[in-house]
């Protein structure tokens, strides 16, 4: 389908671009910028006039709960919601039931997924043996199966020695390991930010150096193993810190951190609010400050949504035993641009943190507006706010610290591979 | 941040679930109530009208002597009727949830629920989908917060000292898994005391807990010193386990109330405990049984502290 941008507002971190122009769209591909190929007869113009046209986004953390989980959400609920948020590209943890451990298993959701053709798939694969820290993986065959990198998701990978050699085995192939640091014994089974909130409320708190030490071992590790390493929602202005000196070091880390992290803070917990209980926690106004500051000095990479949607019943229960997570496909955007404006930031940087850069850690072509590039395009309305509710997303999980908040930037299409997947 | 969901549109006590946030006119409200109540469990005939008809469901997800039996006498003796439900080997074992419990007990027209759990936030999560016409009263969640425990022990305190603005307060022991203690540090603020210590070692207490408002000392030496109100807290065996502390004996001779260790106190101090105490590890017999000891009519001023929590509830 040939499809004509006009007059959009085109934004590209790779290009440097932000200008007012055209983009033609033929063969899946982007055709032209600001120039109409001779003959171009467009099926479809869409007048971008006071739109701004981007990348589409690629979100890091995104959890479609397929295998298993589908009482949560299912692929066609969490798919239609990432293009609904003008997320074009995603990588979804290995946290499934059964996890992302086997060849089989990942062949059939890239199968599915692809027979969706609504977003881009991309699968990484468990670090260990059901997660349980034991085990290697077939890493090998699991890449092959269509697994872009490894990881432990929020499982504790307990033995040290496991890690290194998971990653000595990873860097073997030139594969990427993720791993969020949380030092399972220091979390002890801790659920809010050890901190006045917690304090106040009798939460059992996970401490700061629950962040810092995993980090630490992590970096020591990787040095070690030379292996690529990719941290996942650092919480945390220590951990910040410990990423920037690792960088100014030279280790090949790359570093996101979760939207829900950039915007809120253990004080939204206010009276017991469950959709606030998050992996990692809510933490101090410091450190979600020391979070934007790492975003802005590229310490940290990226955002990612960290989507995790939740039945409504899991979320009905005291603090302390409801299930952890947000859904934020749908709100990756608007958070994203809410916080740009908030923070001052130049808007093409701050799509930089959920376009390029993202995409550049997943090692896809994708997260940029270049000519013969494919043609995954986010078009939203700066000016219009949306209200976040139940009725207003189309995730399965309406779990969101967000519900009842009034969003800057309305997506109006999503483009996958020069198909309009996505239009309001 | 949401309205204090304790207090309904007028700002009259809905549910009672922290002392934090409470005004003080509501504190001594609920105080000065339990004054006039305390006549009555002394009168012949114990019992006034004025819960008659109502039901009072005692949901207890965790087990519980004294504070279920005095909320029981109070409800009773306010004419209501009780309804106690054991939940720890009921439908919570058969798999229901919280939600669903306390829907299924709405259902049979419950006026109140008495509502202890394991989980800190438990009463709030009740409170905020009951109808608007049920009270609900948090007997203890996790280690959050125990108000009427509180508030039987600001009305002790208000009983031997007369007033809150000239005196200090320490409460020893474990703070950090002490809901008792969360909910005294609120009480003793809101109403006016001018000092309040914890005395605990470091592994007992929470972090940041001088932003309560909280001197800390962890020499119970220094801590007792001037001290007017001494409030010993139930250290719990699991403690040993959980490498909060190496024994109960080396516990007993650094943090036990000892009668050598009370003289370091006023005079004319009084000494509390929430109960049930461990002899020997955080008190001495001599002391809890001694003088100064104001322990069992603590458990006596419950009962009217209760009522009267009970009877504002069903006035508002």
Not at chain 1, 244 to 257: E, F, I, M, N
Not at chain 1, 310 to 338: C, H, I, N, R
Not at chain 2, 54 to 69: A, D, I, P, Y
Request: with cysteine.
């Amino acid at each position: 389908m040939k499809i004509h941008i006009k007059n959009g507002r085109l934004v590209d971190p790779k290009n440097g671009v932000d200008t007012i122009g055209d983009l033609c769209i033929a063969a899946g591909k982007i055709a032209s910028i600001n120039s109409i190929p001779a003959g171009f007869q467009a099926c479809r113009v869409i007048d971008a006039t006071g739109l701004i046209v981007c990348p589409g986004l690629v979100d890091l953390s995104a959890r479609l709960r397929k295998p298993g989980l589908e009482y949560k959400a299912t692929l066609e609920s969490e798919l239609e919601a990432a293009a609904a948020g003008g997320v074009t590209s995603l990588a979804c943890p290995p946290d499934t039931d059964p996890p992302l451990d086997e060849p089989g298993l990942v062949e059939m959701l890239k199968h599915r997924t692809k027979s969706l053709d609504q977003v881009h798939v991309y699968p990484v694969g468990a670090l260990t043996q059901k997660l349980k820290g034991e085990r290697l993986t077939e890493m090998a065959e699991l890449r092959d199966a269509g697994c872009i990198a490894f990881s432990h998701a929020d499982a504790p990978l307990v033995n040290l020695h496991v890690l290194m050699q998971a990653m000595q085995y990873a860097s073997t192939f030139g594969f990427s390991v993720w791993l969020r640091p949380q030092e399972a014994s220091l979390a002890n089974n801790g659920v809010a930010h050890d901190g006045e909130i917690a304090t106040r409320l009798g939460l059992p708190p996970i401490p700061v150096c629950a962040e810092t030490i995993a980090l630490s071992n992590i970096i020591y590790l990787a040095r070690e193993a030379a292996v690529k390493v990719h941290l996942c929602r650092i919480s945390s202005a220590e951990g910040v810190s410990l990423v920037r000196t690792a960088k100014q070091q030279g280790l090949p880390v790359t570093c996101d951190v979760s939207i829900n992290h950039v915007h809120l803070s253990e004080m939204d917990i206010d009276f017991f609010n469950t959709n606030c209980h998050l992996v990692p926690p809510l933490r101090s106004l410091h450190d979600r400050h020391a979070l934007s500051r790492g975003l802005i000095d590229g310490t940290i990479d990226a955002i990612c949504s960290d989507h995790a949607p939740v039945d409504e019943d899991a979320k009905l229960l005291p603090f302390g035993q409801a299930e952890v997570g947000a859904m934020g496909l749908e709100l990756l955007l608007s958070l994203t641009f809410k916080w740009a404006t908030s923070m001052n930031i130049p808007l093409i940087e701050a799509l930089n943190t959920v376009t390029l850069a993202p995409a550049r850690i997943l090692g896809i072509d994708a997260g940029h507006l270049t000519l013969d590039a494919p043609a995954d395009i986010c078009i939203f309305d700066p000016e219009e706010y949306w209200h976040v509710s139940a009725a207003t997303i189309k995730s399965q999980g309406k779990n969101t610290p967000f519900l009842g908040r009034e969003l800057p930037g309305r997506v109006k299409f999503t483009l996958t591979d020069g198909n309009i997947v996505y239009e309001s | 941040m949401n309205r204090n969901p304790q207090l309904n549109k007028h700002g009259e006590l809905q549910h009672l679930l922290s002392t934090e946030g409470l005004p003080v006119s509501i504190l001594l409200h609920i105080l000065d109530t339990a004054e006039s109540f305390a006549g009555v469990t002394e009168r012949e005939v114990k019992k006034i009208p004025l819960l008659r008809g109502k039901s009072v469901f005692n949901l207890f997800f965790e087990s519980s002597t004294r504070t279920r039996t005095t909320f029981e006498i109070a409800a009773k003796r306010l004419s209501a009727d009780v309804i106690n439900l054991n939940i720890a080997v009921s439908a919570q074992s058969k798999g229901e949830t919280l939600l669903d419990t306390v829907n299924n007990l709405s259902a049979m027209h419950a006026d109140m629920f008495v509502v202890r759990h394991s989980q800190s936030g438990a009463a709030h999560m009740i409170a905020s989908h009951v109808q608007s016409e049920i009270h609900v009263i948090n007997a203890g969640d996790g280690r959050h917060a125990h108000p009427t425990q509180a508030l039987l022990d600001m009305f002790t305190i208000r009983r031997y000292k007369k007033d809150f603005h000239n005196l200090r307060v320490a409460i020893v022991g474990d703070i950090l898994h002490s809901r008792v203690a969360r909910s005294q540090i609120h009480a003793l603020t809101t109403l006016g005391v001018p000092e309040v210590r914890v005395i605990a070692p470091k592994t007992l207490l929470p972090s940041k807990v001088e932003r309560l408002g909280v001197h800390i000392y962890h020499d119970i030496t220094q801590g007792l010193k001037e001290i007017d109100v001494i409030i010993m807290l139930r250290l719990q065996n699991e403690r040993m386990l959980g490498a909060s502390l190496p024994s109960t004996e080396e516990y007993f001779k650094y943090y036990g109330l000892t009668q050598e260790k009370l003289s370091l106190a006023k005079q004319d101090a009084i000494v509390m405990h929430p109960g049930p105490m461990n002899r020997g590890v955080e008190i001495d017999s001599a002391v809890a049984d001694g003088k100064q000891s104001v322990i069992l009519p603590q458990v006596t001023f419950g009962i009217a502290v209760r009522m009267a929590v009970m009877s504002i509830l069903a006035g508002n």
